[in-house]
């Protein structure tokens, strides 16, 4: 017969209950389901907050089964299609109406003179339009010709009468094998009065590719790369489990307006682009900047602090996966919705089955996160996480709205055919968010 516990064992374990970190938002709304989900995976959430109230939200769709849907579709390669899709949301999230689909995966979707627009690629740069707030939308058009592209769906930063964001521009084409070693953080800026679905309304700033900005042989001291690959090379660290030249990817916009941060631009014509960093290891991100000149062009170059020193990486917590930042006014705190990692130094070759990729790449925990400079971190909840392997929480973008943040997630339950192809996007609200700032 167990031995009853005496009031201070009860005491103690209330206490301990009190105190552990409970899930922001474990509930949701499935926005979209996978019809198949060992044959069609979704991807790439994205939501905006239009001055109307309703929310506008993208999704896309990979894998055999996507060839099968109904709706237009778009390749990136022949033989392999993709789909995405647009919803909107007119009671804050609880329903969904499907509006549209689009040929092009990585899309964004954002608000800009009284438009809407959807932003992503199909290896050239692809953009759709609304004029009624979402329910209706404009053919595809193309802003580049003949050019390979990348990204995820990040952040949009407005100022000055422009928007401004990043895509990400393959600096070597012929690249064999995930060429985040190549890629290149290009912002783009337009004004948002402006038909942001003409070439001519843009700006991009110069390219400056990863591995034409950090010579990654010479890197050492702290434990980047994690894996050693050969250039030209995809190295084995354990079956199954592929390691990559390092790189960065999935860039967010940042602009520090504090004049007392060390990055500050007095002109305000300095944007640093705080990405993934891609390195076998965890809790770094990478960070460059894109300095607008007196004639209207953006350059891009690595940041340097006080000492001389280019600064390259910096401390972020989830910053070895896809991750959001959003700066809110109100708080005037820069906001983090990143993977959290718990098992990235498991050797490779010991990892379970179901886990997907190397130790460094779990997807199963969303963590939210806040700061005054971008670079201190303070830890504000666990958002939602699932409880199996092949399980996912991750690749979120997220948006305000009144006094709460509304995340939408990349999502798998244990039918997903891995943690990285899931078979849902789940939407969440964390209320009354600012009230976990202590």
């Not at 009190?18 to 939501?47: N, W």
């Not at 890629?183 to 309304?201: C, E, G, H, Y």
């Not at 602009?255 to 500050?264: E, R």
Request: charged share 25%.
């Amino acid at each position: 017969m167990p031995k009853e516990k005496n009031n201070s064992e009860k005491d103690e374990e209330k206490l301990n209950t009190d105190y552990r970190v409970r899930e922001l938002a474990p509930d949701f709304v499935k926005l979209y389901e996978s019809p198949d989900p060992a044959t069609v995976f979704t991807y790439s959430p994205g939501i905006t907050v239009l001055p109307s109230g309703r929310l506008v939200a993208t999704l896309d769709l990979g894998g055999p089964g996507v060839a099968g849907l109904p709706g237009c579709k778009g390749e990136l390669e022949p033989g392999k299609p993709w789909q995405g899709k647009v919803f909107t949301s007119d009671d804050e999230g609880r329903t969904w109406i499907h509006r549209t689909d689009f040929p092009f995966i990585h899309a964004r979707p954002f608000a800009a003179g009284g438009s809407v627009y959807v932003l992503g690629h199909r290896n050239d740069l692809m953009i759709i339009r609304s004029d009624d707030g979402g329910d209706t939308w404009s053919e595809p058009a193309a802003l580049t010709q003949g050019e390979k592209w990348h990204q995820a769906p990040a952040n949009v930063h407005y100022a000055k009468g422009n928007v401004y964001m990043v895509m990400e521009k393959m600096t070597d084409p012929a690249y064999k094998g995930w060429g985040v070693s190549v890629l290149a953080p290009v912002l783009m800026r337009a004004s948002v009065s402006a038909d942001l679905t003409r070439r001519d309304s843009w700006t991009f700033a110069s390219e400056l590719g990863f591995r034409d900005a950090i010579d990654e042989d010479t890197l050492d001291g702290f434990g980047v790369p994690f894996y050693k690959v050969a250039p030209g090379t995809i190295a084995r660290i354990a079956p199954a489990r592929p390691a990559v030249r390092i790189g960065w990817l999935e860039t967010n916009v940042v602009q520090f307006t504090d004049p007392n941060h060390y990055f500050h631009d007095p002109a305000g014509r300095t944007f640093h682009l705080w990405m993934r960093a891609h390195t076998g290891g965890t809790g770094f991100a990478n960070v460059a900047k894109a300095v607008e000149n007196e004639d209207g062009t953006i350059t891009t170059m690595l940041e340097t602090v006080p000492s001389g020193k280019t600064i390259a990486f910096v401390p972020c917590p989830g910053g070895q996966m896809k991750f959001h930042i959003l700066y809110d006014e109100v708080s005037r705190l820069y906001w983090l919705l990143s993977s959290q990692s718990t098992d990235s130094m498991t050797r490779a070759e010991l990892l379970p089955p179901e886990r997907f990729d190397l130790p460094y790449n779990e997807r199963q925990r969303l963590q939210l996160h806040f700061s005054r400079n971008c670079i201190d971190w303070c830890f504000a909840g666990l958002v939602a996480k699932a409880d199996h392997p092949k399980m996912s929480r991750h690749y979120a973008s997220m948006a305000i709205l009144g006094d709460d943040l509304l995340v939408l997630s990349r999502s798998g339950d244990e039918r997903a055919l891995t943690s990285h192809n899931g078979n849902f996007i789940s939407f969440h609200r964390i209320r009354d968010f600012r009230q976990l700032v202590y």
